[in-house]
């Protein structure tokens, strides 16, 4: 037995309000007892299912019979209308509705026969209420139709079309579900924005309206950048720079492609390292390291200025602009410039006799002194050569006599080149040898 | 060698595969009622033991988890008389469980509850081949029983060995391994009407799910109303459904004993709208609210509104009190339990050791229908509710619902039948060849 206090209420409800004078206490002892209830354990279900087995919300609009005319008396005898509404209340709220119609007019009070014989009022009545009510506010209980009619949508939707229970199969299924319910949108999503994507005039269009947005941003003039700033500097390589930067400006600093604006500037010949700032107040400040001038080249182009890797700084109008550099000459005479950089700094004992080295057929170093002398360096150990020479000069003033040139192409056979003056002295030495021992 | 039971044995792979997915729905479809409960079979075992519940046993493994409940539409007598209809309830009752459950169920094990169920005992003896007893003689000796002439259009339901005799010994629920010469066999077989499996074939065909089994429903209801002891000592289950009522007898855990009585609560309202002049609806509310077996003074001055909905006020204000109420059910019920009476007696009940009997099914909420079945049966006799299952909602858990539980625990362990053996293994190719070799050996 189980304890009254877990009597279902739902169940009482439903079973016990039928009683005409509608108070539950009055229902008899067996009624209360729940072990008796055989639907007690359907729960809600069963007892909506009773509650509209109710000859109101069942019968259909042909057959709704015209009550028999209910003499007054009977109506005393109706439960009062704040009674609870269940379906078995629901013939006395009937009686009383009918009452009601007749009192003011809307029904007819003689039976009417169904098949077609109806009088107009009643049809026009059936018109205007499809359950054969009277109007609304003449019945007193809307909120038990109400009920009524939810009961009628809510047994429809008890039994489960063949089609709907197929529906929420699929709709369990797991596979279908994610598929319908991430899979769907994404693909609508996608579809979409395909079609979107798809006429050229509609991405321009959107591209424009980006960049609108982009620019609104963008080109406040809070992030223009308006000044360019040089430190002191060579008023050519100043020219240069601006020649580069100016263009650009004024231009927001979003836009502003500094690595591009470096490399355009390291591009300069007299410019090592270039540095870009962007500072506050739309400030950039360029410093910049210029490249040191090491050498002269008499190329075919002039005489070129180079730097001690042999990179170009410009063009020297002539050999007094520069008069501390050594000069080179000679067609690729610019691509050695480490290796004649050695040479020279091998070269100083020679002191002021130095003139400058002369690259020939672009492989080896020929050192030429004044009066014209040569010292003829081979490819590979230059240097070694050079000192090599330099050596016999400081212990037998090769070149302070009248040669020409000092072979050196060959180390192991190194060759004095004489002038054809000594050789006629020679000549004359040697005869007037001959003639003495004669 | 044919397999007589291939359906069976296809609907136990239809099981087997439904223990795989882990979801598998029980349905029960009765004359009033069409349940349908989905478990979710997790093999985890038993849960630990909780504080106000007690030990589980084969109840454990699984877990309900959907429950759905409807008026059962075009089943009279637990048989099909209307199809659609019957599809309908049940394809409400299974969405209902799917709802509830939020998964989708394709195998369903369904009970049944009409169809003229008739049981047979069975024997069976053969030699055991080898020195000890293997799986491959019990399926010998289970085919070996004389089946008897059941008729034309009627099927097995159960074939179930309740006992082994091993020589001398008898009592042996599973002899293999065991020494023994001679190994004899006791089955128990219901049949039912093949007509109505196929019905409800064809219906849950139309509702998209598998059959993974079938039971009757007096077998099923006694596996959850019946107490281990009662079961091994020897009890009847009287399922009390509203079109017939099952009989079930138990002994040593194994059912030895079904039949049906073709009586039931529906009778009884059938008797109370007649003898009362009201429709079935308000005959079945009478009956289920102020019903009961037992008159006293006191019921002569309770009075019943009858209620109605004729729409004659006269009719429909009509009183009886509840003694005469009591009188019409009275005899009906009595005539039901006399029924079940004169089967138990014909099936020997008489000679159990224990003569316990179970009332259940909706029909045991009657008030002081124990007290008149003690007349009837003897003193041992008690209400029985369905055991406790994980999940079931408590609205599913009266005595109306002892068939849907006791076959959500033939979902998960079910007992032996017949056709959980493999065939007997056709050994005439070894035997001949064993044979020309003894003949080779005689004669050389």
């Given at each position: 037995?189980?304890?009254?206090?877990?009597?279902?209420?739902?169940?009482?409800?439903?079973?016990?309000?039928?009683?005409?004078?509608?108070?539950?206490?009055?229902?008899?002892?067996?009624?209360?007892?729940?072990?008796?209830?055989?639907?007690?354990?359907?729960?809600?279900?069963?007892?909506?299912?009773?509650?509209?087995?109710?000859?109101?919300?069942?019968?259909?609009?042909?057959?709704?019979?015209?009550?028999?005319?209910?003499?007054?008396?009977?109506?005393?005898?109706?439960?009062?209308?704040?009674?609870?509404?269940?379906?078995?209340?629901?013939?006395?709220?009937?009686?009383?509705?009918?009452?009601?119609?007749?009192?003011?007019?809307?029904?007819?009070?003689?039976?009417?026969?169904?098949?077609?014989?109806?009088?107009?009022?009643?049809?026009?009545?059936?018109?205007?209420?499809?359950?054969?009510?009277?109007?609304?506010?003449?019945?007193?209980?809307?909120?038990?139709?109400?009920?009524?009619?939810?009961?009628?949508?809510?047994?429809?939707?008890?039994?489960?079309?063949?089609?709907?229970?197929?529906?929420?199969?699929?709709?369990?299924?797991?596979?279908?579900?994610?598929?319908?319910?991430?899979?769907?949108?994404?693909?609508?999503?996608?579809?979409?924005?395909?079609?979107?994507?798809?006429?050229?005039?509609?991405?321009?269009?959107?591209?424009?309206?980006?960049?609108?947005?982009?620019?609104?941003?963008?080109?406040?003039?809070?992030?223009?950048?308006?000044?360019?700033?040089?430190?002191?500097?060579?008023?050519?390589?100043?020219?240069?720079?601006?020649?580069?930067?100016?263009?650009?400006?004024?231009?927001?600093?979003?836009?502003?492609?500094?690595?591009?604006?470096?490399?355009?500037?390291?591009?300069?010949?007299?410019?090592?390292?270039?540095?870009?700032?962007?500072?506050?107040?739309?400030?950039?400040?360029?410093?910049?390291?210029?490249?040191?001038?090491?050498?002269?080249?008499?190329?075919?182009?002039?005489?070129?200025?180079?730097?001690?890797?042999?990179?170009?700084?410009?063009?020297?109008?002539?050999?007094?602009?520069?008069?501390?550099?050594?000069?080179?000459?000679?067609?690729?005479?610019?691509?050695?410039?480490?290796?004649?950089?050695?040479?020279?700094?091998?070269?100083?004992?020679?002191?002021?006799?130095?003139?400058?080295?002369?690259?020939?057929?672009?492989?080896?170093?020929?050192?030429?002194?004044?009066?014209?002398?040569?010292?003829?360096?081979?490819?590979?150990?230059?240097?070694?050569?050079?000192?090599?020479?330099?050596?016999?000069?400081?212990?037998?003033?090769?070149?302070?006599?009248?040669?020409?040139?000092?072979?050196?192409?060959?180390?192991?056979?190194?060759?004095?080149?004489?002038?054809?003056?000594?050789?006629?002295?020679?000549?004359?030495?040697?005869?007037?040898?001959?003639?003495?021992?004669? | 060698m044919i397999d007589p039971y291939s359906s069976q044995r296809a609907m136990r792979q239809m099981r087997r595969a439904a223990m795989q997915r882990?979801?598998i729905?029980?349905?029960?479809?009765?004359?009033?009622?069409?349940?349908?409960?989905?478990?979710?079979v997790?093999p985890?075992?038993?849960?630990?033991?909780?504080?106000?519940?007690?030990?589980?046993?084969g109840?454990?493994g699984?877990?309900?988890?959907?429950?759905?409940?409807?008026?059962?539409?075009?089943?009279?007598?637990?048989?099909?008389?209307?199809?659609?209809?019957?599809?309908?309830?049940?394809?409400?009752?299974?969405?209902?469980?799917?709802?509830?459950?939020?998964?989708?169920?394709?195998h369903v094990i369904v009970c049944v509850?009409?169809g003229a169920t008739r049981s047979y005992g069975l024997a069976g003896e053969v030699d055991v081949e080898g020195s000890t007893v293997v799986e491959n003689d019990i399926s010998r000796v289970m085919a070996a029983c004389d089946v008897p002439d059941f008729g034309v259009g009627r099927d097995v339901l159960h074939a179930q060995p309740i006992n082994f005799a091993l020589d001398h010994r008898t009592g042996l629920s599973d002899p293999r391994g065991q020494i023994g010469q001679r190994l004899a066999c006791d089955m128990h077989m219901v049949t039912v009407d093949t007509s109505l499996v196929q019905?409800i074939c064809?219906?849950?065909?139309?509702?998209?799910?598998e059959l993974a089994g079938i039971a009757g429903?007096s077998y099923a209801?006694g596996m959850?109303?019946?107490?281990?002891?009662?079961k091994e000592?020897?009890?009847?289950?009287?399922?009390?459904?509203?079109?017939?009522?099952?009989?079930s007898i138990f002994i040593k855990k194994h059912m030895i004993f079904t039949d049906?009585?073709?009586?039931?609560?529906?009778?009884?309202?059938?008797?109370?709208?007649?003898?009362?002049?009201?429709?079935?609806?308000?005959?079945?509310?009478?009956?289920?609210?102020?019903?009961?077996?037992?008159?006293?003074?006191?019921?002569?001055?309770?009075?019943?509104?009858?209620?109605?909905?004729?729409?004659?006020?006269?009719?429909?204000?009509?009183?009886?009190?509840?003694?005469?109420?009591?009188?019409?059910?009275?005899?009906?019920?009595?005539?039901?339990?006399?029924?079940?009476?004169?089967?138990?007696?014909?099936a020997g009940?008489?000679?159990?050791?224990?003569?316990?009997?179970?009332?259940?099914?909706?029909?045991?909420?009657?008030?002081?229908?124990?007290?008149?079945?003690?007349?009837?049966?003897?003193?041992?006799?008690?209400?029985?509710?369905?055991?406790?299952?994980?999940?079931?909602?408590?609205?599913?858990?009266?005595?109306?619902?002892?068939?849907?539980?006791g076959l959500?625990l033939l979902a998960t362990s079910p007992q032996d039948e017949w056709w959980d053996f493999e065939l007997p293994t056709q050994s005439y190719p070894a035997r001949s060849l064993r044979r020309a070799v003894k003949w080779f050996r005689d004669n050389?």
């Amino acid at each position: 037995m189980r304890p009254l206090d877990q009597f279902d209420p739902h169940h009482e409800d439903g079973a016990t309000s039928h009683h005409s004078d509608g108070h539950e206490s009055d229902a008899p002892l067996s009624a209360l007892s729940p072990e008796m209830s055989f639907w007690d354990h359907l729960g809600a279900t069963r007892a909506d299912e009773y509650a509209q087995d109710d000859i109101l919300t069942g019968i259909p609009l042909p057959d709704v019979p015209v009550m028999p005319a209910v003499p007054l008396s009977m109506v005393d005898m109706a439960p009062p209308r704040s009674m609870p509404q269940h379906g078995f209340t629901r013939l006395d709220d009937t009686l009383r509705a009918r009452e009601a119609a007749v009192e003011t007019g809307h029904l007819l009070r003689e039976r009417v026969p169904v098949d077609g014989g109806r009088p107009d009022a009643l049809r026009r009545d059936r018109a205007r209420h499809p359950a054969g009510f009277p109007s609304a506010q003449d019945v007193p209980p809307p909120e038990a139709r109400a009920a009524g009619m939810a009961r009628k949508n809510r047994r429809k939707a008890h039994l489960p079309s063949r089609l709907s229970y197929r529906i929420q199969r699929v709709w369990l299924t797991p596979f279908y579900r994610r598929a319908i319910k991430i899979g769907l949108p994404a693909a609508a999503c996608m579809v979409a924005l395909a079609m979107t994507l798809a006429s050229a005039d509609r991405r321009m269009a959107i591209s424009a309206q980006a960049e609108t947005v982009y620019a609104a941003f963008v080109d406040r003039p809070d992030f223009m950048v308006t000044e360019l700033r040089l430190p002191d500097m060579a008023p050519e390589l100043e020219q240069a720079i601006r020649g580069v930067i100016t263009p650009e400006l004024p231009k927001s600093s979003w836009r502003l492609d500094l690595d591009d604006l470096r490399s355009r500037i390291e591009l300069l010949d007299a410019i090592l390292v270039a540095d870009l700032r962007l500072l506050s107040d739309g400030v950039l400040a360029v410093s910049v390291t210029e490249r040191v001038p090491a050498i002269l080249w008499r190329s075919a182009d002039g005489l070129e200025v180079l730097d001690i890797e042999g990179m170009r700084i410009g063009f020297a109008p002539d050999r007094t602009a520069l008069p501390d550099l050594p000069v080179i000459a000679g067609e690729g005479g610019g691509a050695q410039v480490p290796e004649a950089l050695d040479l020279f700094d091998a070269a100083t004992p020679l002191g002021d006799r130095m003139r400058g080295l002369v690259r020939v057929g672009e492989r080896r170093w020929d050192v030429v002194l004044d009066r014209g002398q040569r010292v003829k360096l081979p490819e590979t150990g230059a240097v070694a050569a050079l000192e090599h020479v330099i050596a016999l000069e400081q212990a037998q003033d090769v070149l302070a006599r009248d040669i020409l040139a000092a072979d050196m192409r060959n180390p192991a056979r190194p060759v004095l080149q004489i002038s054809e003056g000594a050789m006629e002295t020679i000549r004359d030495i040697r005869s007037q040898n001959t003639e003495a021992l004669q | 060698m044919i397999d007589p039971y291939s359906s069976q044995r296809a609907m136990r792979q239809m099981r087997r595969a439904a223990m795989q997915r882990g979801v598998i729905a029980v349905l029960d479809i009765g004359t009033y009622k069409v349940a349908a409960l989905v478990l979710k079979v997790d093999p985890s075992g038993p849960e630990p033991k909780a504080a106000s519940i007690g030990n589980l046993g084969g109840q454990a493994g699984f877990r309900v988890i959907g429950a759905g409940t409807t008026r059962s539409r075009g089943v009279r007598l637990g048989e099909i008389a209307a199809m659609s209809e019957t599809e309908t309830a049940l394809r409400t009752a299974l969405q209902a469980a799917q709802k509830m459950a939020q998964t989708r169920v394709d195998h369903v094990i369904v009970c049944v509850s009409g169809g003229a169920t008739r049981s047979y005992g069975l024997a069976g003896e053969v030699d055991v081949e080898g020195s000890t007893v293997v799986e491959n003689d019990i399926s010998r000796v289970m085919a070996a029983c004389d089946v008897p002439d059941f008729g034309v259009g009627r099927d097995v339901l159960h074939a179930q060995p309740i006992n082994f005799a091993l020589d001398h010994r008898t009592g042996l629920s599973d002899p293999r391994g065991q020494i023994g010469q001679r190994l004899a066999c006791d089955m128990h077989m219901v049949t039912v009407d093949t007509s109505l499996v196929q019905n409800i074939c064809n219906c849950l065909k139309r509702c998209d799910v598998e059959l993974a089994g079938i039971a009757g429903s007096s077998y099923a209801s006694g596996m959850a109303a019946l107490v281990e002891d009662e079961k091994e000592l020897g009890a009847a289950c009287v399922d009390l459904g509203a079109g017939t009522s099952g009989v079930s007898i138990f002994i040593k855990k194994h059912m030895i004993f079904t039949d049906t009585v073709r009586l039931g609560g529906a009778h009884v309202t059938l008797d109370i709208a007649k003898g009362l002049q009201v429709d079935m609806t308000t005959a079945e509310r009478i009956k289920t609210v102020h019903g009961g077996v037992q008159a006293t003074s006191m019921d002569d001055r309770e009075m019943i509104e009858i209620g109605g909905n004729s729409g004659d006020w006269e009719k429909d204000r009509r009183t009886v009190s509840r003694a005469e109420l009591i009188g019409i059910m009275r005899p009906r019920i009595e005539e039901i339990l006399e029924d079940v009476r004169a089967r138990l007696d014909a099936a020997g009940f008489g000679c159990l050791p224990s003569q316990q009997v179970v009332l259940t099914g909706g029909g045991a909420q009657v008030p002081g229908i124990d007290g008149l079945a003690a007349r009837i049966f003897g003193q041992q006799v008690r209400l029985g509710r369905p055991v406790r299952v994980r999940g079931l909602p408590q609205a599913a858990s009266g005595p109306a619902f002892s068939g849907s539980v006791g076959l959500s625990l033939l979902a998960t362990s079910p007992q032996d039948e017949w056709w959980d053996f493999e065939l007997p293994t056709q050994s005439y190719p070894a035997r001949s060849l064993r044979r020309a070799v003894k003949w080779f050996r005689d004669n050389w």
